[in-house]
């Protein structure tokens, strides 16, 4: 059996975009269709700004295969986001980053974005008591920043998920769920409607700097601009002509039932929480809008579906729910995570007005819809201080493949068990 996205087969975006042929010309060009890149594209083309988006395929990468979770902030506790950029920083980041949910959701509403967009909250749970002391560490620094958080007790929590598996949880009433790949199409949707050019089966071949532009070559076209914005993280293909952005590619992995009946998702997730769990191999799980329950984990699926994986998705779901046991699981899917060393993203500057954005550590909704929005008033003042993070010249992390594979290795142990 090979990898079949759910995604895909319920979107409710079905937006259509052209081949890039011949030569044009744009104030900006953006390589990479996924959060960052359309939203960019969104915020220059409404800022006046004339703009050219090129992939593949929009959403391809992992704005249309992961979780859904629409969440605030970073995977780092804020304490932690300060210790690294410095107080100033740090802080400016955190704030940013807060209103994330409010951006997406915002962004969804005003638009008519179909993405099945259900506000009912995330779940962040305990699955040890050292899980349990990590979220009231989490619950007090958000709530000391003025996040309006509920710390959930064991029997709140079992209540909440319908799971008796976990010790506590904290619980986001600001966040959210959606069909990913839905909402990165609903945002080139409207980018394109705004008048940005969005070209797919599009891939950035060379890239050249040349009397003061950038000029983007295609197999069938090229784009001459002023700006440049590689907003592909973890799917930049091979360009010649600039460097290629060292991350630690991490793999994640999602699998998701047939629509379940009434009779046995009576008492799973009541409220359609998302939820994710404490876990240093964690596990996240979730239900759609036609009931089917959907966990996902860290690992590489592969072309034929690893069976150390989805194997350990039947055992994960039924340990949380008996209820699941003997029930198929219909959809296999993985993508792509870039994760840098200290789990910050990066504004990597390469050259003049020329910009690659990378490095979400599996948090991409808020966070790359951010970015991408920032980048582009950045780009419309001709001034960097609307970014969220100082962009950095530095791109030198190192032996980023052994890491992955370490990762990835200890995934496969972690899921025999």
């Not at 979730?286 to 009931?291: A, V």
């Not at 340990?319 to 959809?331: E, R």
């Not at 490095?359 to 991409?364: A, E, H, K, N, Q």
């Amino acid at each position: 059996m090979k990898q079949n996205n759910l995604w895909q087969e319920t979107s409710e975006e079905k937006a259509t975009f052209k081949l890039l042929e011949g030569t044009v010309e744009s104030d900006i060009t953006i390589v990479g269709g996924g959060y960052t890149g359309c939203s960019a594209a969104l915020t220059a083309a409404e800022n006046g700004l004339s703009v050219s988006l090129i992939d593949q395929q929009i959403g391809y990468g992992g704005s249309g295969r992961n979780v859904g979770l629409v969440n605030a902030g970073l995977w780092l506790p804020p304490e932690k986001v300060e210790g690294i950029l410095g107080k100033k920083d740090g802080v400016k980041l955190n704030e940013a980053l807060a209103s994330a949910p409010d951006l997406v959701f915002n962004l969804i509403n005003k638009n008519n974005i179909s993405c099945n967009a259900n506000r009912a909250g995330t779940l962040h749970c305990a699955h040890s008591q050292n899980g349990l002391k990590d979220i009231k560490i989490r619950h007090r620094q958000l709530s000391d920043r003025g996040a309006e958080l509920k710390l959930l007790d064991e029997n709140e929590t079992e209540l909440a998920t319908g799971s008796s598996s976990f010790h506590g949880s904290l619980l986001n009433e600001n966040a959210g769920t959606i069909n990913p790949l839905s909402y990165c199409l609903g945002l080139a949707r409207v980018a394109q409607s705004k008048g940005a050019h969005i070209f797919e089966s599009s891939l950035a071949t060379k890239i050249e700097f040349q009397n003061d532009s950038w000029i983007t070559y295609t197999d069938k076209g090229s784009i001459k601009s002023k700006k440049l914005l590689i907003a592909t993280n973890a799917y930049l293909s091979n360009v010649s002509g600039i460097p290629s952005s060292k991350y630690t590619p991490v793999y994640y992995f999602q699998a998701a039932t047939q629509p379940l009946s009434k009779e046995i998702i009576k008492g799973i997730l009541p409220k359609s929480h998302g939820c994710w769990d404490t876990a240093t191999v964690m596990s996240s799980f979730r239900i759609d809008k036609h009931n089917r329950f959907i966990i996902g984990g860290i690992g590489n699926l592969g072309q034929n579906i690893s069976k150390i994986h989805s194997n350990w998705a039947r055992r994960k779901a039924c340990s949380l729910y008996p209820s699941l046991k003997n029930i198929p699981f219909d959809y296999f899917w993985g993508g792509e995570i870039s994760m840098t060393d200290d789990h910050i993203p990066k504004i990597y500057r390469f050259g003049k007005n020329a910009y690659s954005i990378f490095g979400y550590s599996g948090r991409g909704i808020g966070p790359g819809t951010y970015f991408g929005k920032s980048i582009a008033e950045a780009f419309a003042n001709e001034n960097e201080d609307s970014l969220p993070l100082k962009p950095t010249s530095n791109n030198n992390q190192k032996f980023c493949t052994i890491k992955g594979s370490f990762i990835e290795l200890g995934a496969k142990i972690n899921h025999l068990v």
